[in-house]
């Protein structure tokens, strides 16, 4: 999100985020996808009604994790998202400009230059001005992520000073960073006094890629899940769907990792009853106190 905000505010553009899922767009789907994808329907819906000049959607093919990871690419379902939504929309979307850039970058935010140029000449831009917005995008997104880390560093020692059990979240940032999606997780472990940080917040650029993996989620989970195994007080907590493919392979590797060390995996979906999560939490908390 920096690095999009970036891109089009610095050519002038006000940026309309939509506010919540519309329950009637997510009826609109055409197949049985898994949980965030029904949200995506129900985002669109809601951004569609605010009658936006343009909605940005892009394909994005593969992200960077860190120097030395190899080639890493996103989930099918997620590439695949804009041209479903399009289709299932289209009537709607009469009078709104889609755009859809392709944006293939395992190694680098740079690698997006020649999509996010072509992006702002649809939008209207000269190609300087649109390559000064691509540099502004691109610092954007590094200073959020240097301070996401610091962030994390600083919770880490607040952790490790309290001597108390501390949770990472783990999981893909659309569902366990998304107060829609994660059905409060991090609320109920903070409600009982535990500290919650997002695996992303981890120092885990030194830690040895896993040869295997080649989603680009899955890999910064799994290195970030080395971390957690290494230092005694912290937890982690594990925010899956059900019928995601991706994470039924990363899952057996972050239990793996973990060994002996106790973590709790959620499960959700738009069915899942609030007081399941609450019973599962406690017992979770138990075992680690137990640990």
């Known amino acids: 999100y920096p690095f999009y905000h970036g891109f089009l505010t610095s050519l002038g553009f006000s940026i309309i985020l939509s506010d919540k899922p519309d329950a009637e767009g997510i009826e609109r789907r055409k197949a049985p996808f898994c949980y965030p994808v029904e949200l995506a329907h129900g985002f669109i819906s809601n951004l569609i009604a605010k009658k936006p000049d343009y909605i ?3 394909h994005v093919r593969a992200t960077p994790v860190t120097k030395g990871c190899p080639p890493s690419t996103t989930c099918p379902l997620i590439q695949g998202e ?6 299932t929309f289209q009537e709607d979307l009469k009078g709104i400009e889609l ?10 935010y740079a690698e997006s230059e020649k999509e996010m140029l072509l992006l702002g000449s649809k939008l209207g831009a000269a190609k300087a001005a649109a390559r000064t917005a691509f540099l502004a995008a691109i610092e954007a997104q ?3 992520l240097a301070d996401t880390k610091a962030a994390g560093k600083a919770a880490l020692e607040k952790a490790a000073a309290s001597a108390q059990p501390t949770v990472v979240l783990f999981g893909r940032s659309y569902n366990a ?10 609320h109920k472990f903070a409600s009982r006094g535990v500290m919650v940080i997002p695996y992303d917040m981890l120092d885990y650029d030194q830690d040895e890629p896993i040869p ?6 899955g890999m910064s989970i799994l290195k970030a899940a080395k971390v957690a195994k290494r230092q005694p007080h912290l937890f982690g907590c594990y925010v899956t769907n059900f019928s995601c493919g ?3 392979f990363v899952i057996n590797y972050f239990r793996e990792i973990m060994a002996e060390k106790p973590s709790l995996t959620l499960e959700l979906d738009s069915h899942t009853a609030d007081a ?9 908390l138990d075992i680690v106190k137990s640990y």
């Open 56 to 58: 940005l959607l892009p």
């Open 82 to 87: 804009p041209y479903v939504l399009r289709r």
């Open 99 to 108: 755009l859809v850039p392709v944006l293939d970058m395992p190694e680098s």
């Open 142 to 144: 590094n200073k959020f």
């Open 177 to 186: 960073f998304s107060g829609v999606a994660h059905m409060g997780i991090p």
């Open 212 to 217: 295997a993996m080649h989603w680009a989620a």
């Open 246 to 248: 991706p994470d039924s």
């Open 276 to 284: 399941g999560i609450d019973t599962r939490i406690e017992a979770f």
